[in-house]
C-alpha cells in the first residue's frame, strides 16, 4: 500500500506529544484512499493532497481528543460512548473511531449517500467500534435510545456555533462533554452560546485555541459540559434550530 502520509510521523509527536501504531497509520493510508476514490462522485470534501489530507483531516480531528484525554482523564470509563454530528465523509468520527478501538463511535449524517459512502468505509477498514445511523440531529435526538445517551458528542463544520449547542446538548449524557469545533472564535460567540448554553443545560468547559502545524492555520475547540438535563422540547423541530437561533 503507498505511504503518502508516513512523512508526517514526527510532526504527530511534536505537536500532540503522541504518534498513531503502525496499524494505526496504515488505516490512515487507506482511509485517504478511499476518501480521494470516491470523492469525484460524492463530494466528501474539497482536500485532495496529502499535506492537507492530513492536517485538516487527521490532525484536526485528533488533536481535540488527545486534549480531551490529557486535560480529562476522569471523564473516561468502560463503555464510553461517543456520537459525531454531521459525520459527512467521516470527520472526525472515523479517525477517532480509528485510534480509540475501545470507545464506541456512532456516525450520524442527515445525508444518505454520506452515510452508505461512511459505512462501506468502515467495513473497509474492519473498524468493529463504528454505528452508522441516518437522521437529523433534531429528530435523533428526541429518540428515546439516543437522548442524553452519549459521553462524548463531537460537531465540526455543520452550522453555527448556538445551533450546534442545540443539536449536542439533548444527546449528552449529565456530566458528559460535547466538543464544538471552530475556526476564528470571538468573545461575542461565546457571550452568545452561554446564552443558548443556559436554555439547555450546558455550559463552557473551556476554550482552547490551536494552531494546525503545517500552515499555522487558527482553530478553536470549544468543551462544553452538561450540568443540567435539557428540557424536552430541545432540539426543536427539524429545521428550527436553524432557522431560530437560540
Ligand atoms: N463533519 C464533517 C462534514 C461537515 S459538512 C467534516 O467536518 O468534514 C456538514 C454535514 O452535516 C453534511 O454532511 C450534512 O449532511 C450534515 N448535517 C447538516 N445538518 C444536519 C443535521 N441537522 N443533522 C444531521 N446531519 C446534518
Redesign the pocket.
Known amino acids: 500500500m503507498s505511504q503518502q502520509l508516513a512523512s508526517f510521523s514526527s510532526l504527530w509527536f511534536d505537536s500532540l506529544s503522541w504518534q498513531p501504531t503502525e496499524i494505526q497509520q496504515s488505516l490512515f493510508e487507506k482511509l485517504y484512499e478511499k476518501v480521494l476514490a470516491a470523492n469525484a462522485g460524492l463530494n466528501l ?1 474539497r482536500i485532495t493532497e496529502p499535506e492537507e489530507f492530513w492536517e485538516k ?1 487527521l490532525w484536526d480531528s485528533l488533536s481535540a481528543i488527545r486534549h480531551f484525554i490529557d486535560t480529562y482523564p476522569q471523564r473516561l470509563k468502560a463503555n464510553f460512548k461517543v456520537i ?6 467521516g ?2 468520527g472515523v479517525p477517532v473511531a480509528i485510534v480509540q478501538p475501545d470507545w464506541l463511535v456512532y456516525l ?4 444518505q449517500k ?1 452515510i452508505t459512502f461512511v459505512e462501506r468505509l468502515t467495513v473497509e477498514l474492519e473498524l468493529t467500534n463504528t454505528r452508522t445511523i441516518v ?4 429528530a ?1 435526538a428526541q429518540n428515546k435510545p439516543h437522548r442524553e445517551a452519549y459521553d462524548l458528542v463531537l ?5 453555527n456555533a448556538n445551533v450546534c449547542a442545540e ?1 449536542v446538548l439533548p444527546l449528552l449524557k449529565l456530566g458528559g462533554t460535547a466538543i464544538l ?1 471552530r475556526g476564528q472564535w470571538t468573545p461575542e460567540e461565546t457571550r452568545s452560546l452561554e446564552g443558548a448554553l443556559e436554555q439547555l443545560g450546558g455550559k463552557i468547559g473551556e476554550i482552547k485555541p490551536l494552531t494546525t502545524p503545517l500552515t499555522g492555520g487558527i482553530r478553536h475547540c470549544i468543551y462544553l459540559t452538561k450540568f443540567a438535563r435539557t428540557p424536552p422540547n430541545f432540539p426543536r423541530a ?1 429545521g428550527i434550530p ?1 432557522q431560530q437561533p437560540l
Not at 108 to 111: A, E, F, G, I
Not at 135 to 138: H, K, L, Q
Not at 155 to 159: E, L, T
Open positions: 470534501t483531516h459525531d454530528v454531521g459525520t459527512g465523509g470527520f472526525p450520524l449524517d442527515s445525508t454520506k437522521g437529523r440531529a433534531e435523533i460537531i465540526r463544520a455543520v452550522a443539536y469545533y427539524v436553524n
